[in-house]
């Protein structure tokens, strides 16, 4: 039974970074500009609207990511 768990955290770990590489890879919006994070995760997404500066403020971070990266950033996977 001891040796499930590091092995089902292996198997996990390994789909993560699986996916992360498919999202930054090969997915079809890969090749859209924007925060490398906020593009294999939803993690960037998540702290501008929960935690910054007391959440909601990622209707205001797009307009920094758009003056940055353009109109067509990627923000979400």
């Known amino acids: 039974m ?3 768990i590091p092995a ?3 198997v996990v770990l390994g789909l993560a970074v ?3 590489a498919y999202r930054l890879g090969l ?3 890969a090749s859209f500009p924007g925060p490398k994070l906020a593009a294999a ?3 960037y997404r998540a702290y501008y609207d929960l935690w910054h500066k007391g959440g ?3 209707v205001h971070h797009l307009e920094v ?3 940055v990266y353009g109109m067509s950033s990627s923000i979400l996977p």
Do not use: C, F, Q, S
Request: aromatic share 0%; glycine share 10%.
């Open 18 to 20: 699986l996916l992360v």
């Open 65 to 67: 990511l758009h003056t």
């Open 2 to 4: 001891n040796a499930l």
């Open 8 to 10: 089902a955290l292996a």
């Open 27 to 29: 997915h079809p919006l």
């Open 56 to 58: 909601g403020e990622i």
């Open 41 to 43: 995760t939803g993690l």
